[in-house]
T-cell receptor, first 113, second 114 residues
Framework: EAGVAQSPRYKIIEKRQSVAFWCNPI?????LYWYQQILGQGPKLLIQ????????DSQLPKDRFSAERLKGVDSTLKIQPAKLEDSAVYLC???????????FGPGTRLLVL | AQSVTQLDSHVSVSEGTPVLLRCNYS??????LFWYVQHPNKGLQLLLK??????LVKGINGFEAEFKKSETSFHLTKPSAHMSDAAEYFC????????????FGPGTRLSVLP
């Protein structure tokens, strides 16, 4: 079974630029999550989708971050404009449902200069 | 609100000796608890989970954890460390209304010395 796919694996941008990350969850998984993991810390949930609807985005900085999952499968996370403190690894995870085990992708490492 | 404390940011053991990674939690609900492992440049992998069944949970790679409600603890153990166990370990708590506020601890880095 293929795992959660993410791209790109690495991205370097300058502050105030825009960036987008892509996630392809495990086939059949209805729930998709985006996490931010700052160096030396545990992952922090940014947003959770159930199919193409948002379940929880309480910790998403909505002035600069946006995410969508239009067809209930793939998802994109965008940052516009980026700040230095956005440097982190962005993890995507998926699960069969909201009460099931989460499976994580390898992450996208973002460096904002 | 729930939170997770991992008491040691770094644990170092010799190969073949026991491993103990400590985790304490606070939760207003009956929690579900997980341990995840993160190897360098790899995704997070589920080691084991507790969901109000048996208090002693066995996971992959010889790891196990015991849920102790009276101590609000969920410590991870392994009888004999292997070099391949070197990684970052995260304790995770989620309340009974799973799917909301999946909270990670800060992580414990495990080093295994030859």
């Amino acid at each position: 079974e293929a795992g959660v796919a993410q791209s790109p694996r690495y991205k370097i941008i300058e502050k105030r630029q825009s960036v987008a990350f892509w996630c392809n969850p495990i086939s059949g998984h209805a729930t998709l999550y985006w996490y931010q993991q700052i160096l030396g810390q545990g992952p922090k949930l940014l947003i959770q989708f159930q199919n193409n609807g948002v379940v929880d985005d309480s910790q998403l900085p909505k002035d600069r971050f946006s995410a969508e999952r239009l067809k209930g499968v793939d998802s994109t996370l965008k940052i516009q404009p980026a700040k230095l403190e956005d440097s982190a690894v962005y993890l995507c995870a998926s699960s069969l449902g909201a009460e099931e085990t989460q499976y994580f992708g390898p992450g996208t490492r973002l460096l904002v200069l | 609100a729930q939170s997770v404390t991992q008491l040691d940011s770094h644990v170092s053991v010799s190969e073949g000796t026991p491993v103990l990674l400590r985790c304490n939690y606070s939760s207003s609900y009956s929690p579900s608890l997980f341990w995840y492992v993160q190897h360098p440049n790899k995704g997070l992998q589920l080691l084991l989970k507790y969901t109000s069944a048996a208090t002693l949970v066995k996971g992959i790679n010889g790891f196990e954890a015991e849920f102790k409600k009276s101590e609000t603890s969920f410590h991870l153990t392994k009888p004999s460390a292997h070099m391949s166990d070197a990684a970052e370990y995260f304790c995770v708590v989620t309340p009974d209304n799973y799917g909301q506020n999946f909270v990670f601890g800060p992580g414990t880095r495990l080093s295994v010395l030859p």
